[in-house]
């Protein structure tokens, strides 16, 4: 995905670090020691094998991420987290990521069911399913 954009709620955005399936992140050049993530539309299955956008995913996942983030700081878990910036993205330091992933799923499909043979392929989780794995992108 390539954005236009050159700055997010006055913070002036610089060249991007890394980009993955559903974030960019934003190197901040006035401010050192600290980047921006931004949020996609993008919504992936399949290990990113299918992918398509879903209008309002973006400020959905930066208001989970926030919110998931101000607890664990809240606990005494330190955190890159900075603050929300916009509806689309947040502050953080950089940081070395831990390869950490988590998946939320409504329905039961692809590598869910390898992991899972016997749950017929769409059977509706309620409430989601929730999974961690590590990261992994090769």
Known sequence: ????TT???GYKLGKVIIEGKTKQV???PEHPGLCLLLSK???TAGDGVKAHDLAGKAEISNTTNGQVFRLLNEAGIRTAYVKQCGAKAFI????QMIPI???TRRLATGSFLKRNVGVTE????SPPKQETFF???A
């Open 101 to 103: 992933e988590w998946v």
């Open 1 to 4: 995905m390539s954005t236009t």
């Open 135 to 137: 990261k992994d992108d």
């Open 7 to 9: 700055s997010i709620e």
């Open 26 to 28: 934003y190197d901040l």
């Open 92 to 95: 953080a330091r950089k940081c």
């Open 41 to 43: 539309d993008r919504i």
């Open 122 to 125: 769409g059977y509706r989780f």
